[in-house]
């Protein structure tokens, strides 16, 4: 748990949370900066740390993995997860 929400933890470094909300759900990348990234995120909604998507709709593979990617560069690159 992160902030009051389901995270992912790798090496004790959140690198992603999601949260359910009455007309979306959302996607936490747990740093401001990964999802500026991705041109792929440019359909959905978006702020600076989270990424909102339909109830009825799941994000695409693709998209996730690139989340995943960058955050964990991100984390690789301050030292902070050693694969």
């Known amino acids: 748990m992160s902030y ?4 992912f933890k790798v090496q004790g470094q959140v690198v992603a949370g999601f949260a359910a909300f009455k007309n ?7 740093s401001g900066s ?7 995120a440019a359909p959905y909604m978006t702020a ?6 339909p109830v009825d709709t799941p994000l695409p593979k693709s998209l996730v993995k690139q989340l995943l990617s960058v ?6 690159s301050k030292g902070r997860y050693r694969p």
């Open 24 to 30: 979306h759900l959302s996607y936490f990348p747990h």
């Open 4 to 7: 009051g929400m389901p995270a």
């Open 34 to 40: 990964v999802i500026a990234e991705l041109d792929e």
């Open 48 to 53: 600076k740390g989270t990424l909102q998507f």
């Open 71 to 76: 955050r964990m560069h991100q984390a690789v």
